[in-house]
């Protein structure tokens, strides 16, 4: 039995589902396929989207920046690569990539991972770690 509490512990780290990882990863896609709709319903009425320089910014003004970001990177997409995930937040360790305006020439990606607090069925916090100078250098 002491390996089963081994093996179910360690379920969480190396793949095992969950509720909260189901969650997460529902709204990578609902990102990943901009359905704006589902990412709207699927962030909490306390979310907080932090950026890498530790911005944060609320559901409603999200609202919003969603789609300006969308705007810029039409072809906006998080690869994931590795799940973690504690009591208290997950982990997502991928790639983002995109192109400004969806021109190729502008096209950049890199490595990223996101710190995401699950409640229920919804997102409360989604904070990405990444360094963005390839991104912002493609808005020139």
């Not at 319903?41 to 969308?70: R, V």
Request: proline share 2%; glycine share 6%; charged share 25%.
């Amino acid at each position: 039995t002491l390996f089963r509490s081994f093996i179910a512990a360690n379920l969480k780290l190396y793949g095992g589902y969950g509720v909260k990882q189901d969650t997460v990863m529902k709204f990578v896609e609902a990102i990943n396929t901009q359905n704006m709709p589902l990412i709207i319903d699927m962030m909490s009425e306390d979310f907080h989207f932090i950026d890498t320089y530790g911005n944060k910014e609320n559901k409603e003004q999200m609202k919003t920046g969603w789609k300006g970001y969308f705007d810029w990177f039409p072809d906006y997409l998080i690869e994931v690569f590795d799940y973690i995930e504690s009591d208290k937040f997950s982990m997502i360790i991928g790639k983002a990539s995109a192109s400004y305006m969806g021109i190729k020439e502008k096209y950049w990606e890199f490595p990223a991972c996101w710190k995401v607090i699950v409640n229920g069925n919804q997102i409360q916090t989604w904070q990405v770690f990444c360094d963005s100078k390839k991104q912002l250098d493609s808005m020139k």
